[in-house]
């Protein structure tokens, strides 16, 4: 008898044995599909990380709005301790060295400027207006469209844009400066101005703020940047770790206004129609303002393909970083500060997304201009005279699998200075 049980214990050994393995294949087999899925999640985060966190913040603030508009004591740490650290970066950020260089090209310089200040913030003005006659949009989110307008050129991005794209790189190092140095003074005018003085906005008081909160940090992160390096060596190294804290800084800020907003007696509601057509609204500015500046540029720097290229970004580009600290100093007690944000958190990552997936075709657009003007007198021709977005011989164009390209000791650049 136990040798006929054997047999016995042995079969269901093996079948057991065999379900486990098929088990078991079946968890590999699965395995790299879960993990392929996970990646991709993890990598969607990474690359929208700071919308993600805004869109987080809002809704915390949502669910239990005394935790940032109390016990997180926001006129301290959002008011003055988030900003002065935001600013005080962008100082020891800010390469006022380069000024040097580019400056032989003052009128693109002041077009470039005159055009993202000026030339945006009337647009926007005008669309939002219309909206706001048309009941698309309510008051506070249009004031928001037009607050964004007169916002500066981002820092970083610009630059690296400019970079990947072919572009004068001087030219945008010098106008990504600039225009942080204008913004502190233009961008509180132009939306005082735009908006109007309100009741609650104390003019004198604003430009006092703006004085101990924005430029004295970024006038003493410059004195750093020249008198210290060791200071400068220590954020070189510790650079990804300064952005990150510069993003949760920015997170914290509006944290806290959208926290007021919630726990006021009033708060400010938002219906999702009005907040679609706000988004549909900063979209068409965006877009228009981009054909506008590329259609004058055309005119003004035929033959300068490079210039053409940085004109283009700096003309449209507008910084979160620069953005909402001063929206912060200006807006202070008012119960809308978090709905002057919303119109800004939308056009920031759209330029981002559209100027990145037409970095290619610009590059391309230089080398072809450039190949054209090299050719003498005798051997141009109208028709070989190609357009930037001509489209290419399949030989000629450059080989991509993504929308946008670019060398791998500016990636990481790009990916921390998202929100700049």
Request: glycine share 6%.
């Amino acid at each position: 008898m136990p040798n006929e049980q054997t047999p016995l214990v042995d079969t269901a050994t093996n079948e057991a044995a065999d379900g486990s393995n098929e088990a078991n294949g079946a968890e590999r087999k699965n395995a790299p599909f879960c993990s392929a899925q996970t990646n991709a999640l993890l990598n969607l985060y990474e690359d929208n990380r700071f919308v993600v966190h805004i869109a987080l913040a809002i809704g915390l603030a949502k669910l239990y709005p005394p935790i940032g508009a109390v016990y997180l004591l926001p006129n301290i740490t959002a008011t003055w301790l988030a900003v002065v650290f935001i600013f005080a970066m962008a100082g020891l950020s800010l390469k006022s060295d380069e000024f040097a260089r580019s400056l032989s090209r003052i009128g693109f310089n002041a077009y470039v400027q005159a055009f993202n200040f000026g030339a945006v913030s009337l647009l926007v003005r005008g669309v939002s207006r219309a909206m706001l006659r048309l009941k698309l949009v309510d008051e506070g989110l249009a004031s928001g469209m037009v607050i964004c307008g007169c916002l500066p050129v981002t820092v970083s991005m610009v630059i690296v844009l400019t970079k990947s794209a072919d572009g004068d790189e001087a030219a945008a190092v010098l106008n990504a400066a600039l225009g942080s140095l204008l913004g502190v003074f233009v961008s509180p005018l132009l939306i005082l101005s735009y908006t109007g003085v309100r009741g609650e906005v104390d003019v004198a008081a604003v430009f006092l703020k703006l004085c101990l909160r924005v430029l004295v940090p970024v006038a003493a992160g410059q004195a750093l940047q020249k008198r210290s390096r060791a200071v400068v060596a220590f954020v070189a190294k510790n650079k990804r770790q300064f952005k990150t804290c510069q993003e949760w800084a920015l997170v914290l800020i509006v944290y806290t206004a959208f926290c007021k907003n919630f726990s006021s007696s009033q708060p400010v509601e938002i219906g999702a129609s009005n907040l679609l057509w706000m988004a549909l609204g900063q979209l068409f500015c965006l877009l228009l303002s981009m054909w506008s500046a590329w259609a004058s540029l055309k005119v003004l720097y035929r033959n300068e393909p490079r210039l053409r290229v940085m004109g283009f970004y700096g003309c449209h580009h507008k910084s979160v970083a620069m953005g909402i600290p001063m929206l912060n100093a200006i807006y202070e007690n008012d119960p809308m500060l978090g709905i002057y944000t919303l119109p800004l958190l939308i056009w920031h990552p759209a330029q981002l997304m559209v100027g990145s997936s037409l970095a290619p075709k610009l590059a391309e657009g230089v080398e072809d201009l450039e190949r054209y003007l090299d050719l003498s007198d005798v051997q141009r021709r109208p028709s070989a005279r190609r357009s930037f977005f001509a489209e290419r011989p399949k030989s000629e164009r450059r080989e991509s699998l993504v929308a946008f390209e670019v060398p791998e000791d500016q990636l990481e650049s790009l990916d921390d200075e998202f929100i700049r």
